[in-house]
DNA sequence: AACATATTCAACCGCCACGAG
DNA sequence: ACTCGTGGCGGTTGAATATGT
């Protein structure tokens, strides 16, 4: 038990990936989509278990992860939800997008927990050392309060070293907000998110901040606020299409899991590729400029004309040899225009022509009103949602979380069978999505 | 320079949940 | 009810790399 049938079959390779690995298993997604993980390595001509290649795929070569090292905003959220989840690293990666469980479970590992236990905190329990040493069980419910509010002091004090005013701000609330999370009103943008969004109970959300020094602990909340949490959905930026594409091998490098570059086949099929290349996404919340990719997708330097637009690109090189893709500041926002192009990531979709998929585009763009009305539709279905138990709320966690990891888009498509019944996180997007528009204007 | 030790992080392992048959 | 195949998750390992002596 346990072990995947296809890992007892003889010759299948393990250890790291090579770059052509890599590239074939890019190219197949990239082509037909996953499907059934334990079938692409065959079709991918790969001699490695499906589950290794999910992996791969999932930990490295998904085109919305991000690279380079962790912000401090990151870290201390991080820290924030380790406290109310635990060692849940997939539920905590799905609130950081760009970064994936593994990843988190290795920062916490090797950084953070250190980090806490020199700022005199427990890393399991985030009470302080010194509580935790001299014995608990002082009366739990009392012993939230100060837990908490020492770990945001501590967060409070790294965040200010960087960002004191943009923790102020985000660390603000106003009274409203905070008197409609108080009674539980469904329309709370905060419960929306907290709840949702973030994927925990309201029952385990208030038990954690709303003690006995709850306003001030909840007000004090450094990344996981509602107003962050709010800009915290990916948005999503247009890749380049096949035409604009450059032929030239030398601008279109792929890396390797250890940063060294290799030349991309030139016959990469991104004329196919390009209509089943996901959006990648990128994060209000972290409102940075440039986007990292872990594998450089290939970028024109030039003008970049979509069916959405036109984008200017920059291919840089950064640091620690990542490639990165950044878009002149000016033209970020624009780059989410096309808000719902549709992707089936995930979905295979082998018969798929680039005409056809383009197509397919397109009637889902026009679609997106419908999809659109509907997602706005379940904001209402939240309300009841909400005032469930907390238990049918956790129940609904899992679900709630197929938004954020894989792929922000796939879970929003009016084609995925995931999606057919309206969720939580629809309706969460669906606000997110009539933010943006209402910042940035139909697309 | 050579070695030892520490750190990082990609990948693996084992378990669980779920759906299909 | 049971088995099987699969996806997903969290814990762990170990090679590569960094740092210290």
Known sequence: MGRHSCCYKQKLRKGLWSPEEDEKLLRHITKYGHGCWSSVPKQAGLQRCGKSCRLRWINYLRPDLKRGTFSQEEENLIIELHAVLGNRWSQIAAQLP???DNEIKNLWNSCLKKKLRQKGIDPVTHKPLSEVENGEDNGRSQEK???????????????????SASYEHRTSISPKAYALEMDGSCSSKIESNYVTNNCYSKDLFLDRFMSSSRQESYTNTTSCQPSDLMGNFPIQMSYPTTECLPNDSNSSHWFSQSGRPFDMNSEFPFNVAASSIPTPTTNLFLHNNSFCYKPSLSVPSDNVSTPYGSHYWEATASNNSNSSIRSNSSTELRTSSPLNIPYSWGLADCGTSTK??????MENHTEEAKW???LHNSISMLASVQNQASETLCNDIK??????????????????TKQQEPSQSSSIFSKDMQKLRAAFGDM
Do not use: C, F, W
């Open 145 to 163: 309060a100060p837990e908490v509010s020492n770990e945001l002091n501590l967060l409070k004090s790294e965040s200010s070293k960087s960002d």
């Open 399 to 416: 679900t709630s979380m197929h938004l954020v990891p894989d792929n922000t888009l796939v879970a929003m498509l009016p084609h995925n």
């Open 372 to 374: 659109d009305e509907y």
């Open 356 to 361: 056809e998929a383009q197509i397919h585009m």
């Open 98 to 100: 760009g970064r994936t």
